[in-house]
């Protein structure tokens, strides 16, 4: 398993709560909600654990402060990008599944985090990300011309998609399409196949 590059705060620098939501991402990215620990995180940021208790009262708010950094940047900030890139809904939905497809593969907070889907920090925080996600799929579908059902139903594809394609980057990552060409080609499919 490859761990995440320590992370030392410079000395003349105070540690801030992302500081340390950050480096719990690091570790769950690292070792699963687990290795989200106090003297291990303070190691990982030449930190001291009273630095940690000045910005958290316990580790669940840490997890907390961490979930929302992550839903933050990998749903809230994405569906923000994309409703700011094109008033166009074929656009928008060309340009969600480049990025997610690209997030997917690089992205090993995610698959930790699902793995943990039913610790009840992390189950709320999961079902609001997937609603949020599913919805703007759906609009655009909807946008596209799709009846309602219609729409969610293939939007629920289309996640079905990410999630398999994230699990096959991770798990076997020489099945999916290596070169730009090839992920062209794999992409303009998916979405021939999910708008026609």
């Not at 950094?69 to 166009?88: G, K, L, P």
């Amino acid at each position: 398993m490859v761990m995440a590059e320590r992370v030392v705060a410079p000395s003349r620098r105070r540690l801030t709560r992302d500081d340390w939501a950050d480096a719990a991402l690091a570790a769950i990215a690292d070792g699963g909600l687990a290795a989200v620990a106090v003297e291990p995180l303070a190691v990982r940021l030449g930190a001291t654990k009273g630095s940690f208790y000045w910005h958290f009262a316990n580790r669940e708010a840490l997890l907390d402060a961490a979930l929302a950094r992550w839903e933050e940047r990998s749903t809230t900030a994405v569906i923000r990008e994309i409703a700011a890139a094109s008033d166009d809904p074929r656009d928008q939905l060309r340009l969600l599944f480049i990025r997610v497809i690209d997030a997917a593969e690089r992205d090993s907070i995610g698959p930790a985090l699902l793995s943990a889907a039913s610790h009840p920090v992390v189950a709320p925080v999961l079902a609001r990300v997937t609603k949020a996600r599913i919805g703007v799929i759906v609009a655009l579908f909807e946008r596209l011309g799709f009846a309602p059902d219609k729409a969610r139903s293939r939007a629920l594809l289309a996640y079905s998609t990410y999630l398999g394609h994230g699990q096959l980057a991770h798990s076997t990552p020489g099945l999916l399409p290596r070169t730009n060409e090839e992920r062209r080609a794999y992409l303009d499919h998916a979405l021939h196949v999910l708008t026609n």
